[in-house]
């Protein structure tokens, strides 16, 4: 029997909010009777040098659909004074303490879109501020924090001739505008009727039939809740030509209204940075001001792991007088299967959704057949694995699972190598490249005494081990699992990675941990670690149902803004604790049932290694955007040119694309229909100029 291994628990905090506790985990790693695959207290019973060697098979990846349509030849086609603009947006406040300004960053951070600040108290509206001296406008869109950038005091802090110049430039230049927090005085066709605070539960936002085109990507009939929202309802003036976009009841709260040359959206209430209808609306009102055409992109992933696969791990309740353990069983994994399968066809948005097991292989029997059914195997989870291996998709958690903050060069590198040989001995599918350490140890984050169960501290990347870093490194790993709950584990850009201080060839990304305790099996055990008083009036099934809700309300957040990075459980969490049902799937049923009310779009489900190379181009165009290089738009001919900065990736939405060729599938581009929008990731060679064609919506 190995030593008790510890998971980590501390407050889960996300960029915005504080997700809960992340709680202990104790892993006995008792080896079956004849297993060839030992768990050791200290060491890896090393295999024979050439199982040692053995690699898996590689996982099959989709090959590419689409690509960029690029034109051999840079756009010079001269064009009068309104025909460019460059694919920046300006958004303007009226100073920085402006309620709407973290909104709209939030917004485009998250889209990865470029962006201008402009603060009407301290900086002047005028033509040089938005046309290059070449005739270039500067921006393709216009977002105000409201209608009149009125101070906290309401003081107007735009005079009228820089009024002027705005419009001018919006007509010129064929640019639209977009208001939050619009007032129905001083917007057009507008009749001002009652404001005030959002009644909950009874104010909530609809689409009209032009808002549905609008927000195509949301759900026909979405409710979206206002929060706290400080709301203006008014009614359209008659005869106006404006368009209802969005409604409280019978009252207009969003508008579409084209005067002299120009077009605007005004949404009559206000958004706070991370507020639902800021996660909902804030792609289709970028979208809609861009024409669909502009650097970033927003898609909405759903990645599950579940770790320690073919491990045993403690399990009951906090106040156990007795360790007990629990591993998994083969009839378990197939009841897994099947209810991901049921929970595919219950929710078409989430068809083809994989778990990610991470899996141990020091309790895998290399010698167990490949069945479905118990009885005649040495260990039945390990026929059932083999059995079932290409329903899940797999990755590295190393061999028995030890704690990696000073485990030396050779032990880290015999419980990567160790591991990938036992997957390749039944031929179970796992990228060499992606390594997820235990309890993300080895990582710089660990308790202050070593063999304890303190909450663990985060030291920084820079303490990491850096034995584990080489030898990850040599055994062929680029990525290697973060935890969010860790500050310097959390990159600098949405859904970027961060490249390791110590060792910039690996990347580190991270996940999102769920608090359903790694040591519940079943609905009672789970109440046991997530409150931390008793409430005797409540019934233990209602106090489940909250916990399952409120860890699915937190998930739901990653999923609406399009954050990529998976969430985590563990393998007691796939216990099937009545027929049909598991943490795991009860968590993911609510997770659904909550985005399918808001999205008709699906959720991407990539492998881990396109998960992580999606992240390292993110990162890459971040680093691209720092640049402050432009891409300028031909409204003309709708070419689009840019010269890099450096060799990179750069996301671009609305750009014209072609089913992809044999030739095309090891190329640095590709593209994909998302919704009604097309996404392009291109490769990008420092100082070559790409020219391609926009598809404007």
């Known amino acids: 029997m190995s030593a008790f291994i510890r998971k980590p628990r501390g407050p889960l905090i996300l960029l915005a909010f504080t997700v809960g506790v992340i709680p202990l985990i104790i892993t006995l790693a008792v080896a079956p009777q004849g297993s060839g695959w030992q768990a050791l207290p ?30 051999d030849k840079t756009d010079e086609t001269p064009v009068a004074r309104g025909g460019k603009v460059a694919l920046r947006q300006l958004v303007i406040a009226a100073d920085a303490q402006d309620f709407g300004l973290p909104a709209w960053r939030r917004i485009l951070d998250q889209i990865g879109t470029p962006y201008d600040v402009l603060l009407t108290k301290t900086d002047r509206l005028d033509p040089d501020r938005l046309v290059r001296p070449d005739g270039t406008g500067r921006y393709n869109a216009v977002l105000l924090t409201n209608n009149t950038l009125s101070d906290a005091t309401g003081s107007n802090t735009v005079g ?49 039939g032009r808002g549905r085109e609008i927000f195509d990507y949301l759900a026909p009939d979405i409710h979206i809740p206002l929060g706290e929202a400080y709301v203006y309802r008014s009614t359209l003036k008659a005869g106006c030509g404006a368009q209802p976009v969005l409604t409280v009841g019978s009252s207009v709260v969003g508008t579409l209204a084209g005067t002299d040359g120009r077009e605007e959206l005004g949404v009559g209430f206000s958004i706070g940075a991370g507020d639902v209808p800021g996660e909902l609306l804030g792609f289709g009102l970028l979208r809609w001001a861009t024409r669909g055409v502009f650097l970033g992109e927003q898609r909405h992933w759903l990645n599950v792991d579940i770790d320690d696969w073919f491990l045993p791990t403690q399990h009951g309740g906090p106040t156990a007088p007795d360790v007990q353990a629990f591993r998994i069983t083969g009839p378990e994994a197939l009841g897994l299967s099947r209810q991901q399968a049921a929970f ?6 989430a068809d083809g959704f994989k778990l990610n097991l991470a899996f141990n292989a020091s309790l895998l029997h290399a010698e167990a057949p490949a069945q479905c059914r118990p009885g005649n195997t040495p260990d039945d989870l390990t026929s059932y694995t083999r059995c079932l291996m290409d329903q899940f998709r797999w990755i590295n958690h190393t061999a028995t699972h030890p704690q990696m903050n000073t485990t030396p060069y050779d032990r880290n590198h015999d419980e990567i190598r160790q591991n990938l040989a036992g997957a390749a001995s039944i031929g179970l599918p796992v990228p060499v490249e992606v390594l997820k350490t235990p309890e993300y140890s080895g990582l710089g984050a660990y308790a202050p005494q070593a063999h304890t169960l303190a909450d663990p501290v985060d030291h920084g ?36 990675g961060v490249r390791h201080p110590l060792e910039p ?90 985005y399918t009310a808001y999205f008709q779009v699906p959720l991407k489900n990539p492998d881990w290694l396109s998960l992580a190379q999606y992240v390292e181009a993110r990162t890459s165009h971040f680093a691209e955007l720092h640049s402050r290089k432009d891409a300028v738009w031909n409204r003309v001919t709708d070419a689009i040119t840019y010269t890099p900065a450096e060799d990179g990736s750069l996301f671009i939405t609305g750009v014209r694309t072609r089913p992809a060729t044999d030739d095309d599938q090891d190329g640095p581009d590709e593209a994909e229909k998302y919704g009604s929008d097309q996404v392009s990731r291109l490769g990008l060679t420092e100082g070559d100029t790409v020219t391609l ?5």
């Open 344 to 349: 595919r066809r219950r929710y078409p948005l």
């Open 42 to 71: 200290d060491a890896p019973n090393v295999p024979d040098a050439p199982e040692t060697r053995a690699t898996p098979p590689a996982p099959a990846v989709p090959g590419k659909q689409l690509v960029p349509v690029r034109d």
């Open 160 to 208: 009228q001739q820089e009024w002027d110049a705005l419009w001018e430039y919006e007509r010129t230049y064929k640019v639209r505008q977009v208001s939050l927090n619009t007032a129905g005085v001083g917007f057009p066709c507008l009749n001002p009727g009652s404001e005030g605070p959002a009644r909950p539960g009874s104010d909530d936002v609809t689409l009209t």
């Open 461 to 496: 990347l820079k303490a990491s081990n850096k034995a584990l870093l080489r030898a990850a490194k040599d055994v062929g790993v680029k990525y290697l699992h973060g935890n969010m709950s860790f500050p310097s584990h959390r990159p600098d850009c949405f859904n970027c």
């Open 505 to 594: 060839d690996l990347m580190v990304v991270p996940d999102w941990p769920v608090a359903i305790a790694f040591q519940a099996i079943d609905p009672a055990e789970q109440v046991a670690h997530y409150y931390a008083a008793s409430d005797a009036k409540t019934s233990t099934a209602a106090k489940y149902r909250k916990s399952i809700d409120e860890q699915a309300d937190l998930a739901l957040v990653h999923l609406m803004n399009g954050s990529v990075y998976a969430h985590t459980l563990h393998q007691g969490n796939a216990h099937q604790y009545a027929p049909g049902r598991s943490l795991t799937f009860d968590w993911l049923q609510a997770l659904l049932a909550k």
């Open 693 to 697: 064609t926009a598809r404007p919506r």
